[in-house]
């Protein structure tokens, strides 16, 4: 049964993908920085390693966006393995 809803869930994300993109109109965060002013104020900004959902070089285009979206699911996906192995790793070894 896991192992079923383990292949669910990245059938999931992957229909996730393929839906239609980001709304052109600003998130509810976003428009607050806007109307404040305070965008690039913060000293804890940084540079998005994929802003809008653009690859480096490959413009705005929807295959564009759909590799960025691929490329962020794979990323989080690699992250979220990689912490559950080494917390089970820890677990083992401490018990």
């Not at 109109?25 to 806007?34: K, N, S």
């Not at 929807?62 to 990689?82: Q, Y």
């Amino acid at each position: 049964m896991k192992n079923l809803l383990e292949k669910l869930g990245l059938l999931v994300l992957l229909v996730l993908a393929l839906l239609p993109f980001a709304s052109s109109h600003p998130d509810g965060l976003e428009r607050v920085v806007h109307r404040l002013g305070i965008g690039g104020a913060s000293p804890v900004s940084y540079a998005a390693p994929l802003p809008d959902y653009n690859l480096p070089g490959g413009g705005s285009s929807p295959a564009a966006s759909l590799l960025s979206a691929l490329a962020g699911i794979a990323l989080t996906l690699v992250l979220c393995v990689g912490m559950g192995l080494y917390l089970r790793t820890k677990r083992n070894s401490d018990g």
